[in-house]
């Protein structure tokens, strides 16, 4: 009567320890899977974000390339449309010049018109002056239509730098935050590295004990 009395409290107090281990064991593992769950995401995470920042990096690079091919040919342009105008505007003043000569001469001519004169010669030169939509006309059409590419292109110039500070500012901020991003998931991932590695051997430990106990009911009951 006494073993049986012993027997039963041995037993229920197995019982006792088997289901508070087999709770434990049922939490812990729980506890692992969660964390591995947790860790992948963070490592898969961090990847993405890496990448993402690489690509940053990358456009960034390309795009200052880019920002500078385009700012040697614009002011290439602007530096031959301004040398175009120089010339155009030397060449227009000698024409000027010639045609105000010509028209100076004819009207020299005619002060002492003769009766039997050519009638070539009782009117002014007029086939290249600038009223009479020629040469002097066509040149002042190129010059403005110069003038027009330097301003152009000199806005288009000032436009691409406004927008290539915008794209590098924008880029380079989040580029920071994805930085920043990976620097926190990478220290919440080793901290939960080592809370998984605490929890496995708590699981191990946790099991072993349960283990036993499952051993010594075995040995205890009817």
């Known amino acids: 009567i006494e073993h049986k009395g012993w027997c039963d409290a041995e037993l229920a107090s197995n019982k006792v320890t088997r289901d ?8 812990l ?9 947790q860790i992948a ?4 995470d961090i990847a993405q974000l ?20 385009s700012k040697e ?19 227009t003043a000698i024409l000027k010049d010639f045609y105000a000569k010509s028209a100076e001469a004819t009207s020299l001519t005619q002060q002492t018109p003769m009766e039997d004169a050519p009638e070539t010669f009782s009117s002014p030169y007029k086939g290249l002056l600038p009223e009479g939509g020629n040469v002097v006309s066509f040149l002042e059409v190129i010059l403005a239509d110069f ?23 924008e880029s380079e901020k989040d580029k920071a935050l994805k930085e920043n ?12 590295s080592g809370e998984l590695h605490s929890t496995k051997e708590e699981l191990k430990t946790t099991q072993e004990s349960l283990d036993k106990a499952i051993a010594y ?6």
């Open 147 to 169: 003038a027009r590419l330097e301003s152009e292109t000199s806005t288009s110039e000032e436009m691409e730098v406004d927008e290539h500070k915008k794209f590098i500012f």
């Open 41 to 44: 995401q963070l490592t898969q």
């Open 217 to 222: 009911y075995e040995k205890l009951k009817p």
């Open 29 to 37: 593992a729980a506890q692992v899977e969660d964390l591995e769950t």
């Open 20 to 27: 508070a281990k087999t709770e434990d064991v049922e939490k």
């Open 50 to 69: 890496s990448t993402e920042v690489q690509e940053l990096t990358a456009a960034m690079a390309q795009a200052t390339v880019e920002r500078a091919a």
């Open 181 to 192: 991003e990976i620097e926190h998931k990478t220290a919440s991932k080793t901290d939960k």
């Open 73 to 91: 040919k614009n002011e290439q342009t602007i530096a031959e449309a301004k040398q175009a105008q120089e010339a155009i505007t030397r060449a």
